[in-house]
């Protein structure tokens, strides 16, 4: 049952649930990691916040259209966006990350079972 699992996952749903979402965390992360530094310390909410904005703000179901507001007004209502895009972005990348880990390990576990399997035939 489990090395049929092996041919079920193509090297598509592996590069798509493994390799892409590490990729973009390191890449995001790295592109972040500058902005987030203040005297040789990196302050590791911004750099999470940051990190999290692309994975977030288009999965947030409500957006707060600032309406009636003065130019500083709307500047700080579409910062609040981006703050609450980024916290739920943060959560999805963790989660993302973690379900990558768990189908690595499934992907090489099955894989040396697969590689006994036909060790065995042989």
Known sequence: MICMEVDNMRTGEFLRKTVFPIGAAVFLTALF??????NGVCDYLKLWILTGIPFGVHRMFVWVIPKGF???????V?????????????????????????????????????????????
């Open 33 to 38: 990691y500058p902005l987030c530094v203040e």
């Open 70 to 76: 003065d130019l500083g007004g709307t500047v700080g």
């Open 78 to 122: 579409l910062v609040m966006n981006l703050l609450v895009g980024g916290v739920i972005g943060g959560v999805i990348l963790i989660w993302r990350l973690v379900l990558a880990f768990f189908y690595l390990v499934r992907f090489v576990g099955t894989g040396i079972l697969k590689l006994a399997g036909k060790c065995r035939a042989k």
